[in-house]
């Protein structure tokens, strides 16, 4: 049975995001652009966690350049969407601002950091189906300048590094941090173009650290999308 997931676009017309995912999840990917407003229609309890009973079977959603707290008439919806989505049962997987959004949307709390989290990094993960076959201490590429705070009140920490936390669950429900989907190309086009707010010296720091050593050493993260598939298909024989 081919998977069909909503992908909740919010980064801002991006051509890498979608080209990404698309190559990463082995499902039918049907595209919303979030900051237009875009988004599925509201999730049936009643199929949720039956894969190929409702309209989707999971929803994914993608980093951004927003800020949750921004106000932005696009971010309220997408949050009361994913909140609903996960009260209904339907799993979801965030990605960087899809993990702060996933955050919110349960009752946890985004903030601003002292400082800009860039480029390879190591990351710790605790165990959990998400991570299987993964290294405990696994090379992912980061870039946010947000980070979740104050776990959802029923959620689960997963992962962490020196700047805070980079995983958590919530029964159906995965947020991530880091950037599993992204490839070599990506990563430097992303830190091209933080040189306005990091500044030329960083940005050239980074971009030298973006490496064929590295980019191969963070695909190994890349097996939580597996991972999140092997998880929506079980859930018709759980």
Known sequence: MTLR?????????????????RRELDAELVEFDANDGELPPAVD????????????????VTGSRASVYWDEAWIPPLIDWVREAADAGLPVLGVCYGHQVLAEALGGRVTGMDEFEIG???????????????????????????????LPPAAVELAENDHGLHAFRQGHCWGVQFHPEYDRETAEHVTDGKRERLGEDRVETVLA????????????????????????RGLSTA
């Open 209 to 232: 650290g973006i490496d064929e050593e590295q980019s191969a050493a963070a695909c190994e993260a890349k097996r939580l999308f597996d991972n999140f598939e092997r998880y929506v």
């Open 120 to 150: 390879y990094r190591e990351v710790r993960h605790h165990g959990d189906e998400l991570f299987a076959g993964i290294d405990r201490e696994f090379t992912v590429f980061t870039t946010h300048g947000d980070t979740v705070v104050d």
């Open 45 to 60: 309890p009643e199929s949720a966690t039956t894969p190929g009973a409702g309209e989707f079977d999971a929803a994914v």
């Open 5 to 21: 997931f909503a992908l909740l676009n919010a980064a801002h017309e991006d051509e890498h995001t979608t080209r990404n995912f």
